[in-house]
């Protein structure tokens, strides 16, 4: 009795290292560096970790909210990349701040000059934005992801209340409380730098990729001791009982 309880014992560790393990699902996603203040500027990175073992990222694809505009978006250069800032026409002008505006940013698009984001890795795209508005707690940025093989990954979904995460979520950036000085996590002085060294494509200089990010690295190890775990566990419950049995 003894013996088959350690067995079942075994098997539920190894059962409950997968549960708390969970399918580790990496996907396109949108932070700030500090906060992102309404009313403010703010930088920000979309982070794209490649989710293929034979193709690398090669384009990325963020379009920007119509109805929350974006009248100012600054691309910093990433070695290897090159980016485009698209601006419309909206079909309503609105005020923002306290101004018309009748022209917004509706995408930005990253090409990569090189090899782009390979197997194994992940890539920033950081961007700074503003004003952010003061009338909504979220933007929701939809991404396509095309990798070199020619597949098209939408990251475009809607995260509804109280669902289930989808598929492929959308990028969304979480926005904070205003600030006094409306300038969230980024001062004026550095949204003047930012402006100043900011330039129309990203330069095609080719550096090594970053490292592909721990916690998928750790999900998959813990998974694995967990399988591990539970056979042995129920393997050695069984063998016990043919002990017993004989004996």
């Given at each position: ?89 909206l079909s ?5 701040h306290g ?61 509804e209340d ?86």
């Open positions: 009795m003894k013996v088959s309880r350690i067995a079942a014992a075994g098997a539920l560790a190894g059962a409950t290292v997968l549960v708390l393990s969970g399918p580790a699902f990496a996907h396109v996603s949108v932070s700030a560096e500090g906060t992102a203040a309404k009313g403010g500027y703010a930088t920000v990175n979309f982070k794209v970790p490649n989710e293929r073992d034979d193709a690398s990222t090669t384009k990325l694809e963020v379009s920007f909210p119509t109805d929350h505009p974006l009248a100012s978006v600054m691309p910093e250069p990433i070695p290897g990349w090159t980016a485009k800032v698209t601006t419309s026409k309503t002008p609105v005020e923002l101004e018309k505006i009748s022209e917004a940013v509706s995408k930005v698009t990253w090409t990569a000059t090189g090899k782009g984001v390979e197997p194994g890795f992940f890539q920033k795209f950081p961007l700074s934005i503003g004003q952010l508005p003061e009338d909504t707690d979220e933007l929701v940025f939809k991404a396509l992801q095309t990798y070199s093989n020619k597949e098209v990954v939408r990251w475009i979904e809607v995260q109280g669902a289930e995460e989808p598929d492929n979520p959308a990028p969304v950036l979480a926005l904070s409380a205003a600030t006094e000085d409306h300038h969230g996590g980024s001062s004026s002085t550095e949204e003047t730098e930012a402006a100043a060294s900011a330039e129309p494509a990203a330069k095609t200089t080719t550096t090594a990729a970053e490292p592909a990010d721990s916690s998928d690295t750790t999900a998959r190890v813990m998974a694995a001791v967990g399988i591990v775990v539970g056979v042995a566990g129920v393997a050695f419950g069984v063998l016990a009982g043919r002990r017993r049995t004989t004996v």
